[in-house]
């Protein structure tokens, strides 16, 4: 059974088709991969589905439900939460307020219950403390709370989005290339902790250029290239399959 | 563990708030009336500080509903003898909904474009009141004439006594501060400063962005609004020129020259743009210069403002092992 459905979608930018009929499913609990070469839209892609961008044409359904179209924080608060290629983090705020923002879809105390500071509020604030830091304890940041976001290493930069994506509760999580910028030793601890949040019943997919990190982690992988979609299935087939070895190291016409 | 710094600036609180307590006993009429002015800058300041300083949005436009408050006070209070203290709320509530109409349609929009509007913003409020519209402004004569506040029976003349009008001010900046103080440390205040952060990232944690950012145009232009009403009643008499756009460019520069997000950078702006100029009346013309001078300087060498905000504190510590739960 499906959790997200993506269905001929299509995307343009002034004459350039970034996303061209793309269409996938991505069964619940699974780690799913986009992989491509660079500018194959897989991000635009990404961008569709959280409701970055709004898609030309092609739905989408996410839990047997229809999200083409809506508003990205009403496709969070549905449960699809997402990282950054370039790592969003509010920099200037403490590593716990950047999971906290993750929370708060999930959290309801408005305006007037916060200035009156009704019982009901501040056990619901309690509460997203500690998800929040049982959450920085899940991605291994639980002793750098108090840190300004904007000091961590790169590494842990992209752990910290991680932990913020899944501090409200998804059933999908969007990773777009979250080993981008790290070091071996982190890729292969990524992969542990991609298995930990499957293991939480969380489906994952991800976009990623380490091919040794899709290929042991990912169960299921969609090649894009220039917007198309040309090849789909399990790893072990996709590695062989010839239009993807074309697309990643060029045609025999292109090696001179 | 209370490190030094925590000591002196908490120091530095008590003796504000003591001098503040005690200033009538000892100061006279004119510079209580200043400290009045103060007062009702430092909560201005601090309405403006909820859209410009944890939002982020550049609102140089906040005297449109500070006017509104004090024209719905003064028309209602004229008109129904309504006293003043009740108009309150609904002097509010008028600058709330003008907010909700006015800021929907530009809540989209960045800095200095959300600027522009904004400015034609007050200035539109002020013609429209000079222009007398729908003929209960009173034109660019104003209204002349409105009660002054009464508690309990007892009526507190902001011109004739401006000590008692002092502590009514006291009291609604010390109430605006507390209320202040908890909605920043609360998830709504959070949500502004995500959204001051980054916007994008904030709306993909899930946080409605546009929501929000209207949210914090109406609530400060309800304070703005309920501020109005403090000010007609204390002057008795209001007119467009009082709500022009350059209300509006001294509450903005309270605010960034202050510590933009910070309530005692907020204060100690409104002390400076406000309190300051009245001690060197002696020199006159150079005034306005040396105003100008530091305002260069502040931003060159502090643009993040005289006391920027603190980072809040969570109570980490205080959470039982069982509550640290996924």
Known sequence: MSLLSVNAITKTFGGLKAVDDVSFQVPKSSIFGLIGPNGAGKTTVFNLITGNYKVDCGSIRFNSEDITGKITHKIVEKGIARTFQTI?????????????????????????????RLPKQRAEERRALGKSMAELEFVGLGHEFANIAGNLSYGNQRLLEIARALASDPRLIVLDEPAGGMNEQETAAL????????????TVLLIEHDMSLVMKACQHLVVLEYGKK??????????????????????????? | MIDKKTKFRRLVYAAFVLF???APLYLNKYFIDVLNNVALYAVLGLSLNIILGYGGMFHMGHAAFYAIGAYTTAIINIQFGVPVLLIMPLAGMMAGLFALVVARPIIHLRGDYLLIVTIGLVEIVRIALINNVFGITGGANGIFGISSPSIFGYTINGIVHPHHYYYLLTAFLGITIVLFFLLEHSRFGRALRYLCSDEIAAEGSGINTAGYKLAAFVIGAFWAGMTGTLYAAKITFISPESFS?????VMFMIVILGGSGSIPGVILGAILIIGLPELFQGLQQYRLFIFGIALVIMMIFRPQGIIPPKPPKYPVNRLDKSEVVL
């Open chain 2, 245 to 249: 756009f350059w209300e509006s460019v």
């Open chain 1, 191 to 202: 992969v542990d902790l991609i298995f930990k949040i499957q293991g939480r019943g969380i």
């Open chain 1, 88 to 116: 969003r983090l509010f920099g200037k705020m403490s590593v716990l307020e950047n999971v906290l923002a993750g929370r708060h879809c999930r959290i309801r105390s408005g305006p007037v219950s916060a200035m009156l």
């Open chain 1, 230 to 256: 040309i090849a789909e299935g399990a790893p072990d087939a996709i590695k062989e399959n010839p239009q993807v070895i074309e697309a990643y190291l060029g045609s025999d016409d292109d090696v001179f």
């Open chain 2, 20 to 22: 503040w307590m005690t």
